[in-house]
């Protein structure tokens, strides 16, 4: 490959937004409320609110609705963008997962090193820039939560420095 096809081939890289980080097909920022009916069905439970004076929807699934491996998949839709408030457009898709099904080691193989650790709540928690915090249990091994969000910018000032490597 020739030096110019390169260079040509990683300019029209950098031209597109960097994907958020997704799950089961859903991709906070892409996926619309429709496609998650197509994908999940109805939910198991709804709510509205209003947020910042836009109105917001929640989808629950939880029990026998929820995906596999999952005691309940929240879906929140409604993201406000540069282009304006997209009501149909997914901001967030939040798992609670039962116990091992997520655990440190299956966090950095599936979506690699952190960018920042630290603890929330009291918990260990993992953050990446790509628009995935995860919550562990106290003992840092298995996840309780993993909120999926857009890509979120590193902290003003700061460049992102990569985590220490996982516990053994």
């Not at 209003?50 to 989808?59: E, G, I, M, N, S």
């Not at 628009?131 to 000032?157: T, W, Y």
């Amino acid at each position: 490959m020739t030096r110019a096809l390169l260079i040509l081939i990683l300019i029209a890289g950098l031209a597109h937004p960097a994907p958020a980080a997704e799950w089961g097909n859903i991709e906070p920022g892409v996926t619309t409320i429709e496609q998650v009916r197509d994908l999940y069905g109805r939910p198991s439970r709804e709510s509205t609110a209003t947020v910042d004076a836009y109105d917001t929807r929640k989808w629950i699934y939880e029990r026998s609705q929820a995906p596999e491996g999952l005691v309940r998949l929240t879906v929140d839709f409604g993201l406000l963008t540069p282009g304006g408030y997209k009501a149909a457009v997914v901001r967030l898709v939040t798992l609670e997962p039962k116990p091992l099904i997520f655990v440190r080691k299956t966090m950095v193989d599936g979506w690699g090193l952190p960018d920042r650790e630290g603890i929330m709540e009291g918990l260990p928690t993992f953050i990446y820039q790509a628009g995935l915090f995860v919550m562990f249990q106290k003992d840092g091994e298995s996840a309780v939560r993993l909120i999926f969000s857009i890509p979120q910018p590193a902290p003003a000032g700061r460049a992102s420095p990569r985590a220490v490597p996982p516990k053994k």
